[in-house]
């Protein structure tokens, strides 16, 4: 079977997942940008109440951006797709052979999709507002300085490999793995207070890229397309080593176990690509 068959094949079977995998990002890019018009923008009357505690409004961010990331994994599209949202994920993901070749293909595709078609559809509802200066349709770019990009891409990578190793080694427990999307909203929540000033706070290139088409700023996007998916695939290689092998039930973020329609369903057909039997 060619390859183009089998990504027709699996988008046949398994198109809810790779939809709910672009409503879900596009849910995110959708919140990320009204709460940044809410608490950024001067005509704002959030940002008018908070506008000398810089603090205040950074912190409202982590925690909204982290609740919508929670809600995200445990709704019942997410508990479908296993909400990886990020190609970054489902690039690691598919690394340890929880998702096949072609659904991976479908579900970067899907994220990309979303991530720009939300993008563009704040562009067309708010205008002006998510245009300003103070919103900068949220587009994710190094700081201007002479190594801005070398911090970005170090900052992205640290951030990115933290987060991989954390929701791996929660999913492998069975203690935390159904805490794992609380987990991912905590980090989250604490990168965009802490780490925002260093790379802009991206960790996923898709919402990345969907911001900077909306924009039309395309400065160090490939730094955010390099440095994420570099850092899961050594959180992968580290895993691996820790646990001797030892897999993963599933690439479910909510923790639960795929069901048999489930791009992530191992006894649905062969992990990887090509089918040897068939061949």
Same mark, same amino acid.
Request: overall charge neutral; some cysteine.
């Given at each position: 079977?060619?390859?183009?068959?089998?990504?027709?094949?699996?988008?046949? =079977?398994?198109?809810?997942?790779?939809?709910?995998?672009?409503?879900?990002?596009?849910?995110?890019?959708?919140?990320?940008?009204?709460?940044?018009?809410?608490? /950024?923008?001067?005509?704002?009357?959030? =940002?008018?109440?908070?506008?000398?505690?810089?603090?205040?409004?950074?912190?409202?961010?982590? *925690?909204?951006?982290?609740?919508?990331?929670?809600?995200?994994?445990?709704?019942p599209w997410g508990k479908q797709?296993?909400?990886?949202?990020?190609?970054?994920?489902?690039?690691?993901?598919?690394?340890?052979?929880?998702?096949?070749?072609?659904?991976?293909?479908?579900?970067? %595709?899907?994220?990309?999709?979303?991530?720009?078609?939300?993008?563009?559809?704040?562009?067309?509802?708010?205008?002006?507002?998510?245009?300003?200066?103070?919103?900068?349709?949220?587009?994710?770019?190094? #700081?201007?300085?002479?190594?801005?990009?070398?911090?970005?891409?170090?900052?992205?990578?640290?951030?990115?490999?933290? %987060?991989?190793?954390?929701?791996?080694?929660?999913?492998?427990? /069975? =203690?935390?793995?159904?805490?794992?999307?609380?987990?991912?909203? #905590?980090?989250?929540?604490?990168?965009?207070?802490?780490?925002?000033?260093?790379?802009?706070?991206?960790?996923?290139?898709?919402?990345?890229?969907?911001?900077?088409?909306?924009?039309?700023?395309?400065?160090?996007?490939?730094?955010?397309?390099?440095?994420?998916?570099?850092?899961?695939?050594?959180?992968?290689?580290?895993?691996?080593? *820790?646990?001797?092998?030892?897999?993963?039930?599933?690439?479910? *973020?909510?923790?639960?176990?795929?069901?048999?329609?489930?791009?992530?369903?191992?006894?649905?057909?062969?992990?990887?690509?090509?089918? /040897?039997?068939?061949?």
């Open positions: 079977m060619s390859f183009l068959s089998q990504l027709r094949s699996a988008f046949h =079977r398994h198109w809810r997942h790779y939809l709910a995998e672009a409503m879900g990002i596009a849910f995110f890019v959708t919140c990320g940008g009204l709460l940044t018009m809410l608490l /950024e923008h001067p005509a704002s009357p959030v =940002r008018q109440a908070l506008q000398t505690n810089d603090s205040a409004r950074h912190w409202l961010m982590g *925690l909204g951006m982290g609740l919508v990331i929670v809600a995200i994994v445990y709704s797709s296993g909400a990886h949202i990020n190609p970054a994920v489902t690039l690691a993901f598919w690394q340890l052979g929880k998702i096949r070749t072609p659904d991976a293909v479908w579900y970067v %595709l899907g994220q990309v999709a979303g991530a720009i078609g939300a993008a563009q559809v704040l562009k067309l509802v708010f205008g002006a507002l998510y245009a300003h200066p103070a919103v900068k349709f949220t587009v994710t770019q190094p #700081v201007p300085l002479p190594r801005g990009e070398a911090l970005a891409f170090a900052a992205e990578f640290i951030i990115s490999f933290i %987060l991989m190793l954390v929701l791996l080694l929660a999913l492998h427990s /069975e =203690r935390l793995k159904k805490l794992t999307g609380w987990m991912i909203g #905590v980090l989250l929540a604490l990168y965009i207070v802490f780490e925002t000033p260093y790379s802009g706070m991206s960790l996923n290139p898709a919402r990345t890229l969907g911001t900077a088409v909306a924009a039309g700023k395309y400065h160090g996007l490939w730094l955010y397309w390099v440095a994420p998916p570099l850092a899961t695939w050594l959180a992968t290689v580290l895993f691996r080593k *820790l646990y001797h092998g030892e897999d993963l039930e599933c690439a479910i *973020l909510a923790g639960c176990g795929p069901s048999p329609s489930s791009p992530h369903f191992s006894g649905e057909e062969p992990p990887q690509y090509p089918d /040897e039997a068939a061949a």
